[in-house]
C-alpha cells in the first residue's frame, strides 16, 4: 500500500531542475528570495498600471469601485466633489 522505496535512477544525468528527487538544502531562502522578487515586480506593475490609468466617466458615488483606493485620477476627482459639496 505504501508503494515501495525510490526507483533506481542514473546518477550521471543532470538536469537544471536538480534531477530526480531533488531537494536542495536551501530551498526555503530560494522560495522566500524568488517570492519577494515576484512581490516587487507585481508592486511595480501595480503602480505603473494605476499612473497611466485613465477613466471617461467617473464612478457613482457610494458605489463599491475598487481602483477608487488607487486611482489618482478618481481620488482627485473625489476630492473635487467634496470640496464643491461643502462649499455649497
Same mark, same amino acid.
Given at each position: =500500500?505504501g508503494?515501495?522505496?525510490k526507483?533506481?535512477? /542514473?546518477?550521471? !544525468?543532470? +538536469? ?6 531533488? #531537494?536542495p538544502?536551501?530551498? @526555503?531562502?530560494?522560495?522566500?528570495? =524568488?517570492?519577494a !522578487? =515576484?512581490?516587487?515586480?507585481c +508592486? !511595480?506593475?501595480? +503602480?505603473?498600471?494605476?499612473?497611466? %490609468?485613465? @477613466?471617461?466617466? =467617473?464612478?457613482e /458615488?457610494? @458605489? *463599491? *469601485? /475598487?481602483? @477608487?483606493?488607487w486611482?489618482? #485620477?478618481?481620488? %482627485?476627482?473625489?476630492? %473635487? #466633489?467634496?470640496?464643491?459639496?461643502? +462649499?455649497?
Amino acid at each position: =500500500m505504501g508503494g515501495g522505496g525510490k526507483i533506481p535512477y /542514473p546518477k550521471e !544525468v543532470w +538536469s537544471p531542475a536538480g534531477g530526480w528527487y531533488a #531537494q536542495p538544502a536551501n530551498w @526555503r531562502a530560494n522560495t522566500a528570495i =524568488m517570492a519577494a !522578487v =515576484m512581490l516587487g515586480i507585481c +508592486s !511595480v506593475t501595480w +503602480s505603473i498600471s494605476a499612473e497611466r %490609468e485613465h @477613466r471617461d466617466k =467617473m464612478p457613482e /458615488p457610494g @458605489r *463599491f *469601485f /475598487p481602483s @477608487r483606493y488607487w486611482s489618482k #485620477q478618481i481620488i %482627485e476627482y473625489e476630492r %473635487e #466633489q467634496a470640496a464643491k459639496k461643502e +462649499s455649497a
